[in-house]
């Protein structure tokens, strides 16, 4: 097991080189000038010289790599064109928000989305399996936008359920459902779908038909034999499609407001502000290749089956 | 406990092989077939017909008739002034924005999975088939690729290069690959131990001519329903950034910028973000009816398909 864990982390290390490569390229192998972007396209050509020098672009491309890899090491992303604030300052003060929101998403969608599925899984074939399937299907089809816009006038404005938008800390929680639901319900969707058809493809199983000529109950057949390797790929999915609830929040929290990453993206976008667009980048591939690896150490522990050799 | 039919003991008769005419009977006798087929042929007719079907044209404001005496957006109505869907917050007409942008988003969206399909089918035909150190690097590269954040590095590439149409599709298609070439990689390794691959081996036929005639025509049709399937899921990626204001640019309507747009007429002309919120997941759920319907008659069991945004 620790083999296991020591050998993924290595991977890990080049994972995270590999992203922060990518990256340095796009930044430096586009036909953009850097200085220009820095600078403003008014900038006179002195300044344009000043900023090249500071930013080290005068360096051949490798000694340029190893200053950012120094950088970055420090934890220094640069300043942000529109606050002028150092990028590592406002992602520390945006992740917690993001954190927040994205642990009420995920709450939501798995205890909308995993009673479902084991529901609909029961009665595969049937009229009522039929109509779930269809109704998820609709939720898959629906951009995170489309449902944040529609939960917003229905629930915030037609029925004053819940505020507009903004942010509110945890015991009042009135303002992180319907930016948390937003995502959660596409969430869902995918999550009975998933599972539904992971526990119809289990029920073939040798070892479920065992359980079964035991004499066992079907509940604990059901939950104990099926439900619970059924989990596995609602695991591996959960570790893959990470990415797309930070695209999700980031969608959801520039609708309703809510201070976190996406919104700091979202204000970064028409601006340009390219320090806080590859601060947030690079934020994210970090926040899922650690995420990776969390749900792969879940899965050895899960699944025992998976060699740690 | 009530049904459990579904996950009951099963008394298994052999599963009968099917031929490819059964097949195609099965899938047209899926419920969802038929409607995802109209829906799907619908949306393609109004992108194709756009400039019959659109009653004005699109970048044009109506100052004058187009507004309300307030200034504000016309409702929809089939009397008057020839606007049925009413018009937007400058006076345009909304029926022919709508129709205009089935046209962009099914632009963007096929060929954004074409350009996808092309490399990962590369990919994966190499990485299968010549094993070894090459297909070690180049599925190690593909992991880093899925680990990106893609909605969040499509919105830093795009800003960097400027938002056109060209560069929507293209940086979609160079970021959407990876899944495509796993899967190539995983239908290459299924076919090439198959007793004609070795027979072409040993016939001294070269590895290029290997893989392009004797393994790509028994991998092709999986790929290409799985590249369609992707389509539904760029059309989200496509609206969702025109949402976030990085998409398409004006005056070029897009469903996504329409809803963005109308979000700060919610409350007074709730339309403006219903029909483009209709459209956009008329189309989705169409493609995904689809998609459904052919991975329910390749795999009867599940219940998969579908892409979140």
Redesign the interface.
């Given at each position: 097991m620790a083999n296991y864990i020591i050998r993924r982390l290595g991977w890990v290390v080049v994972t995270l080189f590999g992203i922060v490569l990518i990256n340095f390229f796009v930044m430096h192998l586009l036909p953009i000038d850097y200085a220009k972007v820095i600078a403003g396209t008014h900038a006179s050509a002195v300044t344009l010289k000043e900023i090249a020098q500071n930013y080290g672009l005068d360096h051949p491309i490798w000694y340029q790599f190893i200053l950012y890899i120094r950088q970055l090491g420090s934890l220094d992303l640069g300043y942000s064109y529109q606050l002028h604030l150092p990028v590592t300052a406002m992602l520390g003060a945006a992740i917690p928000k993001t954190f927040y929101l994205a642990l009420a998403a995920v709450i939501l969608e798995l205890i909308i989305g995993i009673p479902l599925g084991i529901w609909t899984a029961r009665r595969a074939g049937t009229f009522l399996d039929s109509l779930v399937i269809a109704i998820s299907l609709v939720g898959v089809s629906l951009p995170t936008f489309a449902v944040g816009s529609l939960l917003l006038y229905v629930f915030a404005f037609r029925l004053p359920w819940f505020p507009l938008g903004g942010f509110a800390p945890f015991p009042h929680i009135g303002y992180v459902v319907l930016p948390a639901l937003s995502y959660a319900i596409t969430g869902a969707a995918y999550y009975t779908r998933l599972l539904r058809s992971a526990m119809l493809d289990i029920g073939d199983a040798d070892y479920v038909r065992t359980a079964w000529a035991k004499g066992l109950s079907s509940n604990r057949v059901v939950l104990r034999h099926i439900f619970r390797n059924a989990l596995i790929p609602v695991v591996t999915f959960f570790g893959l499609d990470f990415g797309g609830l930070l695209g999700g929040l980031l969608v959801t929290e520039s609708i309703f407001d809510w201070p976190g990453i996406g919104a700091m993206t979202y204000r970064a976008i028409p601006v340009v502000d390219v320090p806080t667009l590859l601060g947030v980048v690079l934020f994210a591939s970090f926040a899922i290749v650690m995420m990776n690896l969390l749900v792969d150490v879940f899965y050895a522990v899960l699944d025992p089956r998976i060699s740690y050799a | 406990?009530s049904?459990?039919?579904?996950?009951?003991?099963?008394t298994g008769a052999a599963t009968e092989i099917p031929s490819r005419r059964s097949y195609w009977r099965k899938l047209a006798s899926h419920?969802?077939f038929w409607p995802g087929v109209a829906l799907v042929v619908l949306v393609i007719g109004v992108a194709i017909f756009a400039p019959e079907i659109a009653t004005r044209p699109y970048w044009q404001i109506y100052p004058n008739i187009g507004l309300s005496a307030t200034g504000g957006p016309l409702p929809p109505s089939w009397s008057g002034k020839g606007f049925v869907l009413g018009t937007d917050w400058l006076g345009r007409d909304v029926f022919s924005r709508l129709v205009w942008s089935a046209r962009i988003s099914l632009q963007v969206g096929i060929f954004a999975s074409v350009i996808s399909g092309v490399v990962g089918l590369v990919i994966g035909l190499v990485s299968g088939y010549f094993g070894g150190w090459v297909d070690m690097v180049l599925m190690?590269?593909t992991?880093?690729m899925?680990?990106?954040?893609?909605?969040?590095?499509l919105?830093?590439?795009i800003?960097?290069?400027g938002p056109s149409v060209e560069v929507i599709y293209l940086t979609m298609g160079l970021l959407g690959w990876p899944s495509i070439a796993r899967f190539a990689r995983g239908q290459v390794l299924s076919v090439r131990k198959e007793t004609y691959v070795d027979a072409a081996q040993a016939g001294g036929v070269s590895r290029w001519r290997i893989i392009l005639r004797h393994i790509m025509p028994n991998i092709i049709t999986p790929v290409v329903v799985l590249v369609s399937m992707s389509i539904?899921g760029n059309i989200?990626y496509e609206?969702?950034l025109s949402?976030?204001?990085?998409g398409v640019p004006d005056p070029i309507p897009s469903w996504?910028k329409m809803?963005?747009g109308g979000?700060s007429y919610?409350?007074v002309a709730?339309t403006l973000?219903?029909f483009p919120?209709l459209a956009?997941?008329l189309t989705?759920?169409g493609?995904?009816?689809l998609a459904?319907a052919f991975n329910a008659t390749a795999n009867p069991?599940?219940?998969?398909?579908?892409?979140?945004?």
């Open positions: - | 406990m049904s459990t039919a579904a996950l009951a003991p099963k419920p969802f190690r590269f992991d880093i899925m680990g990106f954040p893609a909605l969040f590095f919105i830093l590439l800003s960097l290069i539904s989200i609206s969702t949402f976030l204001g990085i996504g809803v963005s979000l919610l409350y709730p973000v219903i919120i956009i997941s989705t759920i493609f995904n009816l459904e069991r599940s219940a998969r398909g579908g892409h979140r945004g």
